[in-house]
C-alpha cells in the first residue's frame, strides 16, 4: 500500500506524523511544494494548478491514495482533482462539525483562501452554524511555520493580535482550519482562556483514509517514507525536527 501525503509545505506533516502512528506497513510519500508556499494568498486557478500538477507527479509514483493535507488546496481543487484521477483522494476540511453542540461562539483560524472559498461557507451552512461561526484569516503563521519559526515573540504577538478583534470570552472552540498551524498550539492555549477548545481536522481525516481503505490499518510491520520538496527527493532527516514539534504539540488541546 503507497499513500501520497501533499501539502503546500511543511503543514501536512501533522496528517502525516498521526498517519505514522495510525498505520502499519504503508509506504508514505510525503510531497511539499515548499517552492511554491504559502498557497493560501494565491487565487483559486493558481492554487488549482499547482495542485494538479502535484497530484499528476504523485500518480506517477503508482501511489493508491493521495491525502490532500492542506485545507487550502482542498477547498481550491479537490473537485477538479476528483475529476480528473481515479485513485481515492481524501481531502481536509476544518472541523466545524465538532462545533455542532456547542454553546458558545466558533472561531475558525484558516488561510485567506480557505476562509474566502466556497467550500468552507457551504460547510457552514451545512451544518447550521452560521449564527456561531466567526472567520480569521491568519496568512503570517504559514510563513512563520515554513521559517520554522514557532515561539518567537513576533508569532506570539501576530497571535495576540489578531485573536484580539474578537470576543474571546465568548467563544467556546479554536477550530485550526490549516495544517500550519498545528505548530502553534502552544502559544494559542498560552493566549487563550481555559474554557476555549482547541481542534483541528486530522483525526476526522485519518478516520476517512481508513474507512475508504475498508478500516484497514495494518499493511505489514513497518511504514516506510520518502519526502520530496516540489519534486525534489529530500532526506526524510529534513524532517525529523518538524515531526518533533508536532509530537509535543499533538498534547495540547
Known amino acids: 500500500m503507497k ?42 486557478d493558481e492554487i488549482t494548478k499547482l495542485t494538479i500538477n502535484a497530484a499528476q507527479f504523485l500518480v506517477e509514483q503508482n ?11 482542498t477547498s481550491a481543487a479537490i473537485c477538479e482533482l476528483r475529476a480528473s484521477f481515479s485513485l481515492p483522494i481524501v481531502g481536509m476540511e476544518p472541523a466545524i462539525k465538532l462545533g455542532a453542540n456547542s454553546s458558545g461562539d466558533i472561531l475558525v483560524v484558516a488561510t485567506p483562501a480557505t476562509i474566502k472559498g466556497n467550500k468552507l461557507s457551504d460547510l457552514i451552512h451545512r451544518v447550521n452554524l452560521e449564527t456561531k461561526t466567526r472567520l480569521l484569516g491568519m496568512p503570517k503563521l504559514v510563513e512563520f511555520a515554513q521559517n520554522m519559526d514557532f515561539d518567537s515573540i513576533e508569532v506570539k504577538k501576530y497571535i495576540k493580535d489578531e485573536l484580539s478583534k474578537f470576543d474571546i470570552d465568548k467563544t467556546e472552540l479554536l477550530v485550526l482550519g490549516c495544517t500550519h498551524f498545528n505548530y502553534f498550539k502552544d502559544s494559542f492555549r498560552e493566549l487563550l482562556p481555559a474554557h476555549v477548545s482547541i481542534i483541528d481536522g486530522i483525526n476526522g481525516t485519518i478516520k476517512e483514509m481508513m474507512r475508504k481503505l475498508g478500516n484497514i490499518s495494518k499493511f505489514g510491520e513497518k511504514n516506510k517514507l520518502r519526502y520530496f520538496s516540489s519534486y525534489e527527493e529530500m532526506d526524510t532527516k529534513l524532517i525529523e525536527p518538524y515531526l518533533k514539534r508536532l509530537d509535543e504539540m499533538s498534547k495540547i488541546s
Open 63 to 73: 501511489v493508491d491514495m493521495i491525502v490532500i493535507a492542506c485545507n487550502t488546496a
Open 3 to 44: 499513500i501520497a501525503v501533499f501539502d503546500s509545505g511543511i503543514g501536512g506533516l501533522s496528517l502525516l506524523n498521526e498517519a505514522l502512528k495510525a498505520f502499519c506497513g504503508v509506504d508514505f510519500i510525503y510531497f511539499a511544494d515548499n517552492l511554491n508556499a504559502p498557497y493560501g494568498t494565491k487565487s483559486k
